[in-house]
């Protein structure tokens, strides 16, 4: 079910898009939350994540320019949280491990993409890092707590913490970004995580049931517990090569000449 659509969603999401186009250039858009974690319900919103390039001369202007955008809005009867983050911040945040950046350029669905998304894709991916371990982990504690916090009964923020811990795990042992939670229960050992999601398919406010919840106050602490030992045995390295570092300021630079 991963990026399911409906033709009204698609009709709204495009409709937020050539809006938002028209204020600022977008070198990608990706759809995410639990459309891009495999768990989408009717009533789930529209997370539309997106990385633009300001043009060259407002980042060296005098004038304080608010770089950053993010709304939320009912469309239509649809919900849409719209966020966009100015390239340098984005490239800064992916060398010290920030998956929210990494998916949107490596993992999540693709809505539109400049054709220069394409070039800075194979850079990304040299300069990941046994960091992003960081960021999985703690996302993971935060979503962790929010569950707690439900009284142990909501399904939707159960799921986050599985699809974090996983695809964290998932990224350290392969170094491939998968943001579907779908893919990647069975081959990290979760199969019976499938009610989970069936159950939160239903509806943003699934609960569940006294017995399940039981259940995964247990067996939840294992999806942390494959995390660390997939920071053991990472295929990534410790940090970013500085070569590749350096290939991808070089990308950077030749895009901000080009738009100066």
């Given at each position: 079910?991963?990026?399911?659509?409906?033709?009204?969603?698609?009709?709204?999401?495009?409709?937020?898009?050539?809006?938002?186009?028209?204020?600022r250039e977008h070198l990608v858009v990706s759809l995410t939350?639990?459309?891009?974690?495999?768990?989408?319900?009717?009533?789930?919103?529209?997370?539309?994540k997106s990385i633009h390039v300001a043009p060259t001369a407002m980042l060296l202007g005098l004038s304080p320019r608010q770089l950053n955008a993010e709304h939320l809005e009912v469309v239509d009867g649809v919900?849409?949280?719209?966020?966009?983050?100015?390239?340098?911040?984005?490239?800064?945040?992916?060398?010290?491990?920030n998956g929210n950046y990494l998916e949107r350029i490596l993992g999540a669905i693709t809505l539109r993409a400049s054709p220069d998304l394409a070039s800075l894709q194979p850079l990304a991916r040299e300069v990941l890092s046994r960091r992003v371990f960081r960021h999985y982990n703690g996302f993971a504690h935060g979503q962790l707590r929010e569950w707690e916090k439900s009284g142990f009964?909501?399904?939707?923020?159960?799921?986050?913490?599985l699809r974090t811990t996983l695809t964290g795990t998932h990224l350290l042992r392969t170094g491939v970004v998968e943001t579907d939670v779908t893919?990647?229960?069975?081959?990290?050992?979760f199969p019976e995580a499938r009610e989970l999601v069936e159950q939160k398919r239903r509806g943003e406010k699934?609960?569940?049931?006294?017995?399940?919840?039981?259940?995964?106050?247990v067996r939840v602490a294992r999806s942390f517990e494959v995390?660390?030992?997939a920071l053991a045995v990472s295929v990534l390295p410790e940090a970013p090569p500085s070569n590749a570092v350096d290939a991808l300021e070089a990308w950077m630079l030749e895009l901000r000449r080009r738009r100066f």
């Open positions: 079910m991963k990026g399911t659509l409906t033709e009204h969603e698609k009709t709204v999401a495009d409709r937020v898009l050539d809006e938002e186009s028209a204020r939350g639990a459309h891009a974690y495999g768990f989408p319900s009717p009533d789930s919103d529209l997370d539309l919900e849409v949280d719209y966020s966009s983050n100015e390239l340098a911040s984005v490239l800064q945040g992916l060398l010290q491990g009964r909501s399904a939707k923020k159960l799921l986050y913490v893919e990647l229960l069975d081959a990290h050992g699934s609960e569940l049931p006294e017995a399940l919840s039981e259940a995964w106050r995390l660390d030992a």
